[in-house]
Structure formats: C-alpha cells, structure tokens
C-alpha cells in the first residue's frame, strides 16, 4: 500500500500495527529528526539515541497516540521534548555528582595535615586503580574540570555514559576510602 508520510492514512494504518507503515516514517524522518537534535546538541551520538528512542516511542505506543496535527509535527515535537528531558536529567545527575565530590574534598578540611597527605594519597591510588576508560573520564572531569558534555564530545560518547562512569568511578573511590588494603 502506498502512504502519504504526512497522511491520516499512514497514522492509522501504524495504529492497527502495520510494520511496513512504521518503516517507512522510520525511514523517512530519522536522518531528519537526527540532524535536528544534532542542531540542539553537538554530539552526534547522543541526537541518534535521542532519535531512535523517539521513533521506538511511536510504535511502542502506537495505539495510545493522538496527533492533532501532521506527523512531521509530532515526530519534531517529541523529539525535542527526548532532547529537553535528556538535558534536564542530564544537568541533574552532573550537579549530584558535582555535590558528592565537593562533599569528600570537606571531609578532608577537617583533618590534620598527616591525615589529609594520606587521604589524598589514598584518593590518588583509588583513582589509578579504576579501569582505564573511567579513569580517563574522571579525571577530564574532576581533575581538568571539563563539563560532561565536553567530554562526551571529546571521546565519542553520549552524556549519559560519561555521568555511568563518574558514578562508578565515585562508588569505586568511596569503597576503596573505606577499605584502603582492598583492591578493586
């Protein structure tokens, strides 16, 4: 069957499940919506996610949408919003992680010289011991003070992977602080 993309007629034929309808607005709009988010964000990789999460989204609640307008309309408007949320979360996750790192450093204020010499020298082995990618990540971040979209860019990454690895990072640190003999 042939469908106009923008046409009621394609929107009702993705609601009762047909898969060739869904493939033809996949394959119509994702380099679209792609270059789009990229507009939004410089990172290639996160626009592709952020689209194809979009696109999954119509066919995963296919039979619960309702579009008012055209397609085109709400592919873009879905789009954006994947995008919005994702910046949202994004700068969230960054704060916290930015909030338990300054926390360690003033826990280190309050001791004695010696004390402070031997937690900074056991927050640097606890660092080196961290797999090399997440070693690499945490220091861009905590040590050359680079933003987690920077770094994303840098090494060919979404946000989000660089906010997995700060995270592991700081569990793995935290837990060596605790158990200074204990190797990861």
């Known amino acids: 069957m042939i469908f106009d993309i923008n046409g009621k007629e394609i929107i009702s034929a993705i609601k009762k499940g047909d898969k060739s309808a869904y493939k033809k607005v996949y394959l119509a709009y994702y380099n679209l919506l792609c270059k789009y988010i990229y507009s939004l964000s410089p990172n290639y990789k996160e626009a592709e996610d952020l689209v194809q999460e979009t696109l999954l989204d119509l066919w995963i609640k296919r039979e619960k949408i309702i579009i008012n307008k055209s397609l085109n309309n709400y592919l873009y408007r879905c789009a954006y919003n994947k995008f919005i949320n994702h910046h949202r979360k994004t700068k969230r996750s960054e704060l916290l992680l930015d909030q338990l790192y300054i926390e ?3 826990e280190l204020e309050g001791l ?4 402070k010499e031997s937690r900074l020298i056991a927050i640097e082995n606890a660092i080196e011991l961290l797999p090399p990618k997440r070693k690499d990540i945490f220091k861009l971040s905590k040590l050359n ?4 979209k920077e770094i994303a860019i840098m090494r060919n990454i979404t946000v989000s992977t660089v906010e997995t690895h700060i995270r592991k990072a700081m569990i793995t640190i935290r837990e060596q602080m605790k158990n200074p003999t204990k190797e990861s």
């Open 104 to 106: 360690a450093i003033i």
């Open 112 to 115: 004695e010289n010696e004390d």
């Open 145 to 148: 003070n680079y933003k987690y």
